[in-house]
């Protein structure tokens, strides 16, 4: 249970968080309502976009104990509330990328851009005990070279000890420069059939890189002029938040859009859908669009319903550009089983599916292992944030493949280790 913290929560002196995704910061409400009396760092962004995901997550928490005490006739409370998340926030503290800060003596940090999602950040530490120094490097989520409107991800030149995650270890990504022209033949295709596109969308970055895409295409007249709806609340306020923040952008977005004072997120043919009423009307349309919805993994949210609405028709395609874990909706949905359940009854998966991981906003293999041979003087790396397969891939790789003589662990769950 996510209520439960393997440590006391009281004792705790500081959270270092790397980026808003929910997997990161989500359970930050629950730390503070048990007790944690300290400062959450994180880069300016972060602030910004948590403002909006956590009040979110505090809504879905609350739904789910409804929904739950309905069903069960059990006693149950939501994780956190909103007042949590109020408290929360007023612990956040923002910095910029580059700029040093100490979170308590001794403890030096500077967030470096992660290129993964918009104010994401590697994180390294200088750890000073007596006469010696160590530097602590944490990936947190780190992106991918050449994608749209985020810079690449920095590389950090040395560090003692290395965190990483793993999420891609085994996998190789197609080049992101190829998704203009398979988008490009996808919509035309579907359209052409008078089939709509449906995406689960996850709200932070996902959901921006696709109207980007869009939007490119759009304007260059290499798609026709077909309704595009981002059915989620969350993911027009994020838009919203990309938008006040185009110094992260790379100079590529600023060549495309910005220098033609023109937002990536916004266009005729798009339209953001907030209201209840107006996600449902999209039930009912007559013709062509492509849908844009939340959640990713279509564990909850809009997409279920429209999954649910457009599953069956072998016109439709949907549309997967995000990881899908195991268990999800979307996880059967990508294995294409016959059936899958939505809502608590079965339909039969008519509809095509289609899986883009040129959308992926983690590093592969090897952008992975590029990173760590570019790192000098490691002593030891902690591999995190994977399935259990990929982490022994990745641990086996930088073994065999970067020859690597230092200490390499995947720690377990609850497991305690010291540092060198």
């Not at 932070?204 to 759009?218: F, G």
């Not at 591999?383 to 990929?390: L, M, P, T």
């Amino acid at each position: 249970m996510n209520s439960n913290f393997l440590f006391d929560p009281k004792k705790i002196d500081a959270v270092v968080l790397s980026h808003a995704h929910i997997d990161h910061s989500g359970n930050l409400p629950t730390l503070i309502k048990q007790g944690f009396k300290g400062k959450i760092y994180c880069t300016k962004p972060t602030i910004e976009l948590l403002t909006v995901m956590l009040e979110d997550s505090a809504k879905i928490q609350l739904q789910d104990a409804q929904y739950l005490r309905k069903r069960f006739q059990e006693d149950i409370e939501p994780l956190y509330s909103k007042a949590d998340v109020i408290q929360t926030m007023k612990r956040m503290v923002g910095f910029d990328y580059g700029e040093k800060f100490e979170v308590e003596p001794g403890i030096e940090v500077v967030f470096y851009d992660a290129g993964h999602v918009l104010g994401s950040a590697q994180v390294l530490l200088t750890v000073t005990e007596g006469k010696k120094k160590r530097r602590i490097a944490f990936t947190g989520d780190y992106g991918r070279k050449n994608m749209p409107i985020l810079n690449d991800p920095y590389q950090i030149s040395s560090a003692d000890v290395l965190i990483t995650e793993s999420t891609y270890a085994e996998h190789l990504h197609d080049s992101f420069k190829y998704v203009f022209e398979e988008m490009e033949w996808v919509v035309k295709d579907v359209v052409g059939r008078g089939g709509k596109i449906i995406v689960p969308g996850f709200s932070l970055e996902r959901t921006q890189e696709m109207v980007y895409v869009l939007h490119k295409l759009y304007l260059e007249k290499k798609i026709p002029a077909v309704p595009i709806f981002v059915d989620s609340p969350l993911s027009t306020k994020i838009s919203q938040v990309f938008m006040k923040n185009v110094n992260y952008y790379d100079d590529q977005s600023f060549k495309d859009f910005l220098g033609r004072a023109k937002s990536p997120f916004s266009f005729k043919n798009l339209t953001y859908i907030t209201s209840v009423n107006d996600s449902k009307k999209l039930n009912n349309y007559n013709g062509s669009c492509i849908i844009i919805s939340a959640s990713g993994m279509c564990t909850a949210g809009r997409i279920v319903h429209h999954l649910k609405h457009n599953i069956e028709d072998p016109r439709n395609l949907i549309l997967v550009i995000g990881y899908m874990a195991k268990g999800t909706l979307g996880r059967r949905i990508v294995e294409q089983k016959r059936k899958v359940k939505i809502m608590g009854s079965y339909y039969n998966l008519k509809a095509d599916v289609l899986a883009m991981n040129e959308f992926s906003a983690h590093g592969d293999k090897l952008e992975l292992m590029n990173n760590i041979k570019n790192i000098k003087n490691l002593k030891q790396i902690f591999i995190v944030h994977g399935e259990e397969q990929a982490t022994i891939v990745m641990k086996n790789n930088i073994k065999e493949e970067l020859k690597f003589q230092g200490e390499v662990i995947a720690p377990k769950l609850g497991q305690e280790i010291e540092i060198n």
